[in-house]
C-alpha cells in the first residue's frame, strides 16, 4: 500500500514540476506514473553503477558530478516513457533536484501519517 501511494505522489510531482518548469512536458497522468515507476527502478539499478564508474570525476567536482548523474537517469527516463519529454541537460538537473526535494517532503508526510495510526 505505501508503495502505490508513494508511486501516486511521486507521479503528482512530476505533473507539477512540469507546469513549473518550461523543458518538462508530461502528456497523461498514466505517462507520470510510469515516470515515477521508471525513475524508481533507474535510481535503483544504473545510478550505483554510474556513481560507481564516475567515482573519480565525482571526487574531483566535490560531488557536484551527481547532478549531471541525476539529469542522466531523468534523460534515460525520458527516452523510455512515451509522453514525458525533457529539453536540455540544465532543465534536467533543476528536474531532478526539485523532485527529489519533492518526494523527500511528501514521504515524510507519508511516514507520519503511518505512525499515527499506531
Not at 525513475?39 to 566535490?62: D, E, H, K, Q, Y
Request: proline share 2%; net charge positive.
Amino acid at each position: 500500500m505505501k508503495l502505490i501511494l508513494k508511486i501516486i505522489t511521486s507521479a503528482l510531482a512530476v505533473i507539477g514540476l512540469s507546469y513549473l518548469l518550461g523543458g518538462i512536458t508530461v502528456t497523461s497522468f498514466s505517462a507520470a506514473i510510469w515516470v515515477a515507476i521508471v525513475l524508481g527502478l533507474l535510481r535503483a539499478i544504473v545510478r550505483p553503477i554510474l556513481i560507481v564508474l564516475t567515482f573519480p570525476i565525482t571526487i574531483l567536482t566535490l560531488g557536484l558530478f551527481l547532478f549531471v548523474i541525476n539529469a542522466i537517469i531523468v534523460f534515460m527516463a525520458s527516452s523510455m516513457v512515451d509522453g514525458f519529454y525533457v529539453n536540455g541537460l540544465f532543465t534536467a538537473i533543476i528536474f531532478s533536484l526539485l523532485l527529489t526535494l519533492t518526494q523527500s517532503f511528501m514521504y515524510k508526510i507519508i511516514e507520519e501519517d503511518n505512525y499515527k495510526n499506531y
